[in-house]
């Protein structure tokens, strides 16, 4: 499985019209989690944001949301942003443009949100530039260190240096709150957390 940890220069050329990182003259590292809500990945990371008063910004499925809407309020409740992360988890490469405009827009009706993030990070450049229409006016979140924890190939210790080694302020890094990616988080995430803490980080969610 090939895909870059920390996104070039060229690829955020090429998708200019995304937001890649957040400007910041501070310590701050923006955490993001795809794919949820999860009855047990998600509540995991609750736990562990609270202990480290952190904020983060969750991209949610949405018929995960439907099925544990409990869990979507509760990531609410407790300050963090969400995000629609389509209502089908589609890909937009290998859909066509009106079933995959759709899906983002039946997911809207359940997540209020201006903050979109394809699934794959795959979408077309006619599919990007609808979403800034009025009837969507979304902005699309992309990352610049992608953590790796869905990828069952590498060590729960490589995902750990993945984040640790390629993050800095102003970084949007890309977890997962799901059952696949769930055993290389649960190990990353509480050392992350503990990491950039010790070193004078604030996590912040995504507002645009």
């Not at 998708?15 to 701050?28: A, D, F």
């Not at 009106?98 to 699934?119: C, G, M, T, V, W």
């Not at 229409?133 to 260190?145: A, D, F, G, R």
Request: glycine share 4%; hydrophobic share 35%.
């Amino acid at each position: 499985m090939f895909y870059f940890v920390k996104t070039p220069f060229w690829l955020k050329y090429f998708y200019r019209e995304c937001i890649w990182s957040m400007p910041t003259t501070e310590k701050k590292i923006f955490l993001t989690f795809d794919d949820g809500p999860h009855p047990i990945a998600t509540p995991f990371v609750l736990d562990e944001l609270k202990k480290y008063n952190a904020h983060a910004t969750f991209f949610c499925i949405g018929k995960n949301v439907e099925q544990y809407f409990d869990l979507f309020k509760r990531i609410i409740d407790e300050g963090h942003s969400v995000g629609n992360h389509t209502q089908h988890h589609l890909n937009g490469w290998k859909n066509d443009d009106k079933k995959y405009l759709d899906d983002i827009f039946e997911a809207k009706k359940n997540i209020d949100s201006n903050l979109f993030r394809p699934p794959y990070g795959r979408i077309k450049k006619f599919q990007l530039s609808q979403l800034s229409l009025p009837k969507y006016q979304m902005k699309t979140i992309m990352w610049s260190v992608l953590s790796g924890d869905f990828d069952q190939t590498i060590s729960k210790e490589q995902c750990c240096k993945n984040v640790m080694q390629k993050s800095t302020s102003g970084d949007i890094i890309v977890f997962h709150d799901s059952e696949k990616a769930f055993e290389n988080m649960r190990y990353t995430l509480p050392k992350v957390l503990q990491h950039f803490s010790e070193k004078g980080y604030q996590f912040e969610k995504i507002i645009i």
